[in-house]
C-alpha cells in the first residue's frame, strides 16, 4: 500500500504561482496511473489534472487547462502540479491520489483511485 503525501500548498494573490508536491512512500510511483483532485468548502471533491505511468499523457479539466500542468519524477518517487495564474475560485484543499489498475472506467472520478492524501491547502485572495 503506497502512502502519499501532499505539500506546496499556501496562500497567494490572484495571478501567481504555486507548485504542489507528492511524495510516495515507495520506489513504485511509476507503478500508479495518478491524479489530482480539490475539494472547496461545501463542494464535491473534483478532478483537476492526471497523468500516465510514464508520464507521456496527461490529462485536465477544462477549468485548468492552459494554466495547470502535472507531471511525474518517477524516480523521486514525486508527482507535481504547477498552478499558474491562479483564480480565487482555484481555492481548495488539494490530493493526490493513485490508482493501481490498468483498466479504469474514468480518470476523473475519485472511486477509480485507491489511495490519497491528506491534502494541502491552496488559498487564492482576490
Known amino acids: 500500500q503506497v502512502q502519499l503525501v501532499e505539500s506546496g500548498g499556501g496562500l497567494v494573490q490572484a495571478g501567481g504561482s504555486l507548485r504542489l508536491s507528492c511524495a510516495a512512500s515507495?520506489?513504485?510511483?511509476?507503478?500508479?496511473?495518478m491524479g489530482w483532485f480539490r475539494q472547496a468548502p461545501g463542494k464535491e471533491r473534483e478532478f483537476v489534472a492526471a497523468?500516465?505511468?510514464?508520464?507521456?499523457?496527461?490529462y485536465y479539466a477544462d477549468s485548468v487547462k492552459g494554466r495547470f500542468t502535472v507531471s511525474r519524477e518517477n524516480a523521486k518517487n514525486t508527482l507535481l502540479l504547477q498552478m499558474n495564474s491562479l483564480k480565487p475560485e482555484d481555492t481548495a484543499v488539494y490530493y493526490c491520489a493513485a490508482d493501481r489498475d490498468y483498466i479504469r472506467t474514468s480518470y476523473s472520478t475519485p472511486s477509480e483511485y485507491d489511495y490519497w492524501g491528506q491534502g494541502t491547502q491552496v488559498t487564492v485572495s482576490s
Open positions: 497523468i500516465t505511468r510514464n508520464g507521456v499523457t496527461t
Open positions: 515507495e520506489r513504485t510511483l511509476s507503478s500508479y496511473f
